[in-house]
Each structure stands twice: as structure tokens, then as C-alpha cells.
């Protein structure tokens, strides 16, 4: 069972996203935090965050850097 809070637990690169996942706040923030100002969700990025496939919010951030440098 997912007790992750994600509108307020703590977010860190190791917290592996869960099928609770939501694109809250909370989680833009440490996302700027880690990628930068520039950070923006996309619906490409947010379908590949919740493809079912095991990663981490740390997997999350460096996806979004590799499309960044890839445009």
C-alpha cells in the first residue's frame, strides 16, 4: 500500500514514484529545485513519469534534463 503524501511528504531523488503519484505542488517544487528554473511539465514528460515502469523522482529529474539538452 502507498502512504506517500505527495502534496506534502518530503521529496528526495531516491523517493520512487508510486502509482498514488500526482503532479502536485509539492512536486513542481523539487523539481525546479533539482532541474532549475526553466522546469515545466509537459503532457510527453507526465505520460513517461507515470508509464507504470519503476523509477525515482532522481530518474524523474534527470529525464527532464536529457529532453531539455536534446531540443
Avoid at 34 to 60: L, Q, S
Amino acid at each position: 500500500m502507498d502512504n506517500f503524501d505527495w502534496h506534502c511528504d518530503q521529496i528526495t531523488t531516491d523517493t520512487p514514484v508510486t502509482d498514488s503519484y500526482r503532479n502536485t505542488q509539492n512536486v513542481r517544487r523539487f523539481l525546479t529545485d533539482v532541474c532549475g528554473p526553466d522546469f515545466k511539465f509537459n503532457r510527453p514528460f507526465m505520460g513517461w513519469i507515470k508509464n507504470g515502469e519503476a523509477k525515482t523522482m532522481g530518474d524523474v529529474a534527470a529525464e527532464w534534463l536529457r529532453r531539455e539538452q536534446d531540443k
